[in-house]
């Protein structure tokens, strides 16, 4: 496969592209402070990185739940952390109006799992000729990402990866299978491992996601080491006090040792 360029970043190149970030766009301060501390992280660490965060949960358990800073809000904020550290940056759009506001701002357009058979916001995502991340549903088997696939090319992109984030096990619960990481690659799709979401409890907290976070830096070096082209890890400077997804995310202060060890084991794996 040739590798796909994001800006300044490869995915599919020799070394893992990260995909790193706070869940929630919580507040315009806090974005900014945690987009700039994983950006040193990053440079100090040697790797290429790709700046997450969304401006709307909209796939929220309650509807007490914290939701963001909203659309128009969050992809200017999102493009000026962008032009400000010169990293690709890239969040997820929930509907075809959105995804033509994201497009004139936002590297990669990330399609959420349960989203990603939506014939219209896929059209809209493609239409913009920006990058695309699909996160596969926790619904499908690895090779019916293909028909996914199928459906950008025929809107006319090229520049799209996938990212597996799981499959559901009975309730509450995901599994992550490695052998999909095989099989997408060999139909011919880049793909992307999400650690924190593949260990999501989802509605196990009774109004809220619970999850395994612990496991979450365990799933990304089996995903390494299983052949993927990158890791997607939301991380929090304190992730007991994150508005969403706490019980998933990697503590900031945790980030640098984990990425050692994730370029470590690509290197031997390679």
């Known amino acids: 496969m040739k590798p796909l360029k994001i800006g300044n970043v490869s995915i599919g190149g020799k070394e893992p592209v990260f995909i790193l970030g706070p869940c929630a766009m919580e507040s315009e301060k806090f974005v900014w402070r945690m987009a700039r501390r994983i950006a040193e992280i990053a440079t100090g660490e040697g790797v290429s990185f790709v700046f997450k965060s969304s401006y ?42 959105e995804a033509e506001i994201a497009g004139r701002h936002i590297d990669v357009l990330q399609i959420p799992a349960f989203l990603c058979r939506q014939t219209d916001l896929l059209r809209a995502a493609a239409e913009t000729g920006r990058g695309v991340n699909v996160k596969k549903g926790q619904f499908l088997a690895p090779w019916d990402v293909r028909n996914i696939a199928e459906k950008l090319l025929a809107f006319g992109n090229d520049k799209f990866f996938f990212t597996e984030r799981g499959t559901t096990f009975g309730y509450n619960n995901l599994v992550a299978d490695m052998r999909s990481l095989h099989w997408i690659r060999e139909a011919g799709y880049h793909v992307i491992f999400d650690a924190t979401h593949s260990v999501q409890r989802p509605g196990g907290g009774g109004d809220t996601t619970s999850g395994d976070g612990e496991l979450a830096p365990v799933l990304a070096r089996a995903a390494i080491a299983a052949g993927c082209d990158g890791i997607f890890m939301e991380v929090h400077e304190n992730p007991a006090r994150a508005l969403s997804d706490g019980p998933n995310q990697i503590p900031l202060k945790q980030l640098p040792k984990h990425l050692r060890m994730l370029k470590a084991i690509h290197a031997a794996v390679s």
Do not use: I
């Open 56 to 97: 709307d949960k909209a796939n929220r358990t309650s509807v007490k739940s914290f939701r963001g800073l909203g659309v128009e809000q969050g992809c200017e904020l999102l493009a000026a952390v962008g032009r400000d550290l010169a990293v690709p940056v890239t969040t997820d759009v929930h509907s075809p109006a």
